[in-house]
């Protein structure tokens, strides 16, 4: 039995062409290796990998290799005016000797982790077929006035104003966390007071409420409110969650 | 930088295994083999996280190896079996400052990201296009939703990783799952998908 069976979701068949193309959403070629180089730990790769196409923080990593070299010219300069004969073989050696590998440059593949286990594959998103750069889009204005209008149509208020209420939540669990049941229920009703008696995260906070009554004392009113709870909500996925509250709470 | 202790010249092979130079070595090897399997096994789960938290896509590699970079400083302190955890919370703050930079790009005049705002030359093509009808659905969540809605349906996490990255109670995760699909198929509506249309 899949562990999340009880989470599936009934996608059409529109929506699920739409949650597929997340599949192309998938690093540039050399990604890894100029990622590697960015972080200094890419310099054994072989000569310019990644540097072909090194975005700004990959030069940044490479400038530091420079510096690296400039060290040892400064070296086999100060020996040379100095006439010290020994410290020129000395770098001589240690410049003709390779520096030992680090086990980066040897390091297996990385064994990955475990697959998680699938839940509803997602069959292969169709790939977009490939453009000709100079080919002006067929349908350029009309694409264009549709995603002036989706963009018009985003709603902005509506999803500040449920930021809101969660960043409220959030609050109120931070304050529950920390012991503070006096500031969870000051949070919460903060909360009230933003939404009324509406509230799209309702349910959310009426579970947090029920944990800071409970943790303040107050376990009648715990007690009172998680059943009134699950009556009105009896298949909400905090159910179980909320009867083990109030357990403790008796 | 590496370094060598003159003092080792002409010493054993004994002796200079125990200069300060060799000491060095070895943990920062093992640290530089440590992060090199880190970027190897996380890189492509930062680059979509990054994308899907709204980070315009010419920025998205840069802004990965920016939180490499985080994590490559930080190496120590990342307790084996929790790198995903540490990256995930190192790409939630890297996406916000990415994100703060560009509305101050966009507010000082600067075009927006041509390759997020508008129709690229492959824009007829279908997947294309819901591809970008599904970033336009993502961006239109409260980041506390996107991130549930992210990590469920996208990466495919089950419902106790979901609570266990973002330290939510499973109840809570769950909630906001339900809730980021209705607003996922109310974006859609929106945009002419609606059930059943192609």
């Given at each position: 039995?899949?562990?999340?069976?009880?989470?599936?979701?009934?996608w059409?068949?529109?929506?699920?062409?739409?949650?597929?193309?997340?599949?192309?959403?998938?690093?540039?070629?050399?990604?890894?290796?100029?990622?590697?180089?960015?972080?200094?730990?890419?310099?054994?790769?072989?000569?310019?990998?990644?540097?072909?196409?090194?975005?700004?923080?990959?030069?940044?990593?490479?400038?530091g290799?420079?510096?690296?070299?400039?060290?040892?010219?400064?070296?086999?300069?100060?020996?040379?005016?100095?006439?010290?004969?020994?410290?020129?073989?000395?770098?001589a050696?240690?410049?003709?000797?390779?520096?030992?590998?680090?086990?980066?440059?040897?390091?297996?593949?990385?064994?990955?982790?475990?697959?998680?286990?699938?839940?509803?594959?997602?069959?292969?998103?169709?790939r977009?077929?490939?453009?000709?750069?100079?080919?002006?889009?067929?349908?350029?204005?009309?694409?264009?006035?549709?995603?002036?209008?989706?963009?018009?149509?985003?709603?902005?208020?509506?999803?500040?104003?449920?930021?809101?209420?969660?960043?409220?939540?959030?609050?109120?669990?931070?304050?529950?966390?920390?012991?503070?049941?006096?500031?969870?229920?000051?949070?919460?009703?903060?909360y009230?007071?933003?939404?009324?008696?509406?509230?799209?995260?309702?349910?959310?906070?009426?579970?947090?409420?029920?944990e800071?009554?409970?943790?303040?004392?107050?376990?009648?009113?715990?007690?009172?409110l998680?059943?009134?709870?699950?009556?009105?909500?009896?298949?909400?996925?905090?159910?179980?969650?909320?009867?083990?509250?109030?357990?403790?709470?008796r | 930088m590496?370094?060598?202790?003159?003092?080792?010249?002409?010493n054993?092979?004994?002796?200079?295994?125990?200069?300060?130079?060799?000491?060095?070595?070895?943990?920062?090897?093992r640290?530089?083999?440590?992060?090199?399997?880190?970027?190897?096994?996380?890189?492509?789960?930062?680059?979509?996280?990054?994308?899907?938290?709204?980070?315009?896509?010419?920025?998205?590699?840069?802004?990965?190896?920016?939180?490499?970079?985080?994590?490559?400083?930080?190496v120590d302190?990342?307790?084996?079996?929790?790198?995903?955890?540490?990256?995930?919370?190192?790409?939630?703050?890297v996406?916000?400052?990415?994100?703060?930079?560009?509305?101050?790009?966009e507010?000082?005049?600067?075009?927006?990201?041509?390759?997020?705002?508008?129709?690229?030359?492959?824009?007829?093509?279908?997947?294309?296009?819901?591809?970008?009808i599904?970033?336009?659905?993502?961006?239109?969540?409260?980041?506390?939703?996107?991130?549930?809605?992210?990590?469920?349906e996208?990466?495919?996490?089950?419902?106790?990783?979901?609570?266990?990255?973002?330290?939510?109670?499973?109840?809570t995760a769950?909630?906001?799952?339900?809730?980021?699909?209705?607003?996922?198929?109310?974006?859609?509506?929106?945009r002419?998908?609606?059930e059943?249309?192609?």
């Amino acid at each position: 039995m899949e562990p999340d069976d009880d989470l599936q979701a009934d996608w059409s068949a529109s929506e699920l062409s739409v949650l597929r193309t997340a599949e192309l959403d998938v690093p540039p070629p050399g990604s890894v290796e100029r990622t590697l180089t960015a972080i200094g730990v890419g310099a054994t790769l072989g000569a310019g990998a990644g540097l072909g196409g090194a975005s700004s923080l990959a030069s940044v990593a490479s400038v530091g290799r420079m510096a690296h070299a400039s060290f040892w010219l400064k070296w086999l300069g100060a020996a040379a005016i100095g006439g010290g004969i020994a410290s020129v073989v000395f770098l001589a050696k240690h410049q003709a000797a390779p520096l030992p590998p680090t086990p980066v440059a040897s390091a297996p593949a990385v064994t990955h982790v475990p697959e998680l286990p699938p839940k509803a594959p997602l069959p292969p998103p169709e790939r977009p077929a490939l453009a000709q750069p100079a080919a002006a889009p067929a349908h350029g204005v009309a694409a264009a006035r549709a995603d002036s209008a989706e963009r018009a149509d985003k709603p902005t208020d509506g999803k500040e104003a449920l930021a809101a209420e969660i960043r409220i939540i959030d609050e109120a669990r931070g304050r529950l966390r920390q012991g503070d049941a006096a500031g969870a229920l000051e949070a919460l009703r903060r909360y009230d007071q933003l939404v009324k008696r509406g509230g799209s995260m309702r349910a959310e906070a009426t579970v947090v409420r029920i944990e800071a009554l409970e943790a303040s004392g107050d376990a009648a009113g715990a007690g009172a409110l998680a059943d009134r709870f699950l009556s009105k909500n009896p298949d909400s996925p905090y159910a179980d969650y909320v009867k083990k509250i109030v357990a403790q709470a008796r | 930088m590496r370094s060598f202790d003159a003092g080792a010249l002409g010493n054993s092979r004994n002796a200079a295994a125990l200069t300060p130079a060799s000491a060095e070595a070895e943990p920062r090897a093992r640290d530089d083999a440590r992060i090199t399997a880190i970027v190897r096994e996380h890189h492509a789960f930062v680059y979509r996280l990054l994308l899907r938290l709204g980070v315009p896509s010419r920025s998205a590699e840069d802004a990965t190896q920016q939180v490499f970079m985080v994590a490559t400083r930080r190496v120590d302190e990342i307790a084996v079996g929790s790198e995903k955890s540490f990256l995930f919370g190192t790409a939630l703050r890297v996406a916000s400052d990415e994100r703060r930079s560009a509305k101050n790009r966009e507010l000082s005049g600067e075009l927006p990201d041509e390759a997020d705002s508008a129709p690229s030359p492959e824009e007829n093509a279908d997947a294309t296009r819901r591809r970008r009808i599904l970033q336009q659905a993502l961006l239109s969540m409260p980041l506390e939703l996107r991130t549930v809605f992210v990590l469920f349906e996208l990466e495919q996490m089950t419902k106790t990783e979901v609570s266990s990255l973002l330290g939510l109670p499973v109840g809570t995760a769950v909630s906001r799952l339900r809730r980021a699909r209705e607003m996922f198929r109310e974006s859609l509506r929106r945009r002419g998908l609606a059930e059943g249309q192609g």
